[in-house]
């Protein structure tokens, strides 16, 4: 009893026709469906692999010359198919062979999920696209949820451009603080400039320019015979190479003239007490060039 059932359930495994690869391919000369697992398929050629179990011989390059070589027999159903091919791997597990035929041989393909293509020059057998599956496996659009988002988007595109215009502004202040600094200091420097007067004279020495002569100009605010003499600010500097001296900014009024030629130690002036030369507002004044080994009264 026990011999019959595996006898009976080695006969129903051998001749039940069972689909293993999950897809089918149909050849132009062959119009059984050869069950294999198709890998690519291209305008040039289809990409297949089909297993051990189905191969009942197989050819190497028998067909010399030719872009498909090679040749596998396999079983269909009871019934013997040549597929021309070029046989690409002998695998082992799973054991199979891995082969390429060429498109034109090919009518049509099914897929796994039961999806039939005809291929471009087959015999024009009904064709369900793929696209038109991808398309009805999305998942529909919420209006809400399409709202929300493209509401957070506005609103996040607004701050952003808030915050440019923000920067903009206080960049502007920032300018306009710095100009308007700058206008006070010079409006500051020319107002100073029209408060005082500039000092410009020349120290010789027997007719040539005297350099290093120490200069000093004193202010006088009373002077005269019977007055005593009151000096106010002083102000000193040294000749250049060319014997010359500049004052700036020196305050407006009378002013007299001191100088110390390098080997001297004392100061020299004029021996009348009144104002060598007078300063006047935003002028310059030009004294007259003196001789230093002229001496008078200390």
Same mark, same amino acid.
């Given at each position: 009893?026990?011999?019959?059932?595996?006898?009976?359930?080695?006969? @129903?495994?051998?001749?039940?026709?069972?689909r293993?690869?999950?897809?089918?391919?149909?050849?132009?000369?062959?119009? /059984?469906e050869i069950?294999?697992?198709?890998?690519e +398929?291209?305008e040039n050629?289809? &990409?297949?692999?089909?297993?051990?179990?189905?191969?009942?011989?197989?050819?190497?390059?028998?067909? @010399?010359?030719?872009?498909?070589?090679?040749?596998v +027999?396999?079983?269909?159903?009871?019934?013997?198919?040549?597929?021309?091919?070029?046989?690409?791997? !002998?695998?082992?597990?799973?054991?199979?062979?891995?082969? *390429?035929?060429?498109?034109?041989?090919?009518?049509t393909?099914?897929?796994a999920?039961?999806?039939?293509?005809?291929?471009?020059?087959?015999?024009?057998e009904? !064709?369900e696209r793929?696209?038109?599956?991808?398309?009805?496996?999305?998942?529909?659009?919420?209006?809400?949820?399409?709202?929300?988002?493209?509401?957070?988007?506005?609103?996040?595109?607004?701050?952003k451009?808030?915050e440019?215009?923000? *920067?903009?502004? /206080?960049?502007?202040?920032?300018?306009?603080?710095?100009?308007?600094?700058?206008?006070? +200091?010079?409006?500051?420097?020319?107002?100073?400039?029209?408060? %005082?007067?500039? +000092?410009?004279?020349?120290?010789?020495?027997?007719?040539?320019?005297l350099?290093g002569?120490?200069? &000093?100009?004193?202010?006088?605010?009373?002077?005269?015979? *019977?007055?005593? !003499?009151?000096?106010?600010?002083? %102000?000193?500097?040294?000749?250049? /190479?060319?014997?010359?001296?500049?004052?700036?900014?020196?305050?407006?009024?009378?002013?007299?003239?001191?100088?110390?030629?390098?080997?001297?130690?004392?100061?020299?002036?004029?021996?009348? *007490?009144?104002?060598?030369?007078?300063?006047?507002v935003?002028?310059t004044?030009?004294?007259?060039?003196? /001789?230093t080994? !002229?001496?008078?009264?200390?």
């Amino acid at each position: 009893m026990i011999y019959r059932f595996f006898f009976v359930s080695f006969l @129903l495994f051998t001749f039940i026709p069972l689909r293993v690869s999950g897809d089918g391919l149909r050849l132009v000369h062959f119009d /059984e469906e050869i069950d294999v697992k198709i890998l690519e +398929v291209n305008e040039n050629f289809v &990409k297949a692999n089909i297993p051990d179990k189905d191969i009942l011989s197989v050819t190497i390059k028998s067909e @010399l010359g030719s872009q498909y070589p090679d040749a596998v +027999v396999v079983d269909v159903h009871g019934e013997s198919c040549r597929i021309v091919c070029k046989i690409i791997e !002998v695998s082992q597990k799973p054991r199979g062979i891995t082969f *390429m035929v060429p498109r034109q041989d090919v009518s049509t393909i099914q897929i796994a999920f039961d999806r039939g293509y005809d291929l471009p020059g087959g015999h024009g057998e009904a !064709v369900e696209r793929k696209e038109e599956t991808e398309k009805q496996q999305l998942s529909p659009i919420d209006p809400d949820k399409l709202r929300e988002q493209i509401k957070g988007d506005l609103l996040s595109e607004f701050e952003k451009k808030q915050e440019k215009e923000d *920067m903009a502004i /206080e960049e502007m202040k920032e300018e306009l603080r710095l100009e308007f600094e700058e206008m006070e +200091v010079e409006k500051e420097k020319r107002m100073v400039e029209s408060n %005082f007067g500039d +000092v410009k004279g020349r120290m010789l020495l027997k007719g040539k320019p005297l350099q290093g002569c120490q200069v &000093k100009i004193v202010m006088l605010d009373e002077w005269g015979l *019977m007055g005593g !003499v009151k000096e106010g600010a002083r %102000f000193e500097t040294i000749t250049d /190479e060319n014997g010359r001296y500049h004052f700036e900014r020196i305050p407006p009024g009378g002013y007299k003239v001191y100088w110390k030629p390098p080997a001297e130690t004392s100061w020299i002036r004029k021996m009348k *007490m009144e104002p060598d030369f007078y300063v006047e507002v935003g002028e310059t004044c030009y004294t007259p060039d003196r /001789e230093t080994n !002229v001496r008078t009264a200390n």
